[in-house]
C-alpha cells in the first residue's frame, strides 16, 4: 500500500497516531506500507512522532514513481534512505543521536 502525502499541508497528533496504528497494523496482517511525497513540515511531524520507524527501512520515498518502483522491486535512488539519513536531511542534528 502506498500512501501519498502530497496533499496533505499539516498533521494534528491525532492523525499521526493513528496513522502509526493503521501501519503497524497492517504490517502485522503482511501488508507492505509506503510512505511518499510529504513535505519538509509533514515529514518532520513524521519523524518525531515515530512514524517513520514503523516503516521497513527505505519505504519512505520522495516521489510516487520511486514508491511504486520500489513496490515493483526496482530500486531508485529517491528510496531506500536509511532513517538517520532522513533524518539527517530534516534535521542533522538528529543524525548524530541516531545510529545507521
Known sequence: MILRLHDVPFM????????????????????????????????????????????????????LDDAIAREMGIALKGCGASHARLRSRLRPEAAARTPS
Not at 22 to 30: A, P
Not at 31 to 53: F, H
Open 12 to 63: 494534528d497528533i491525532a492523525g499521526l497516531q493513528t496513522l502509526h496504528e493503521v501501519i503497524v497494523k497492517l504490517r502485522k496482517r503482511g501488508i507492505r506500507v509506503l510512505l511518499c511525497e510529504a513535505n519538509a513540515r509533514v515529514l518532520t511531524k513524521l519523524d518525531n512522532a515515530k512514524v517513520l520507524d514503523a516503516l521497513e527501512p527505505g519505504d519512505y520515498c520522495t516521489t
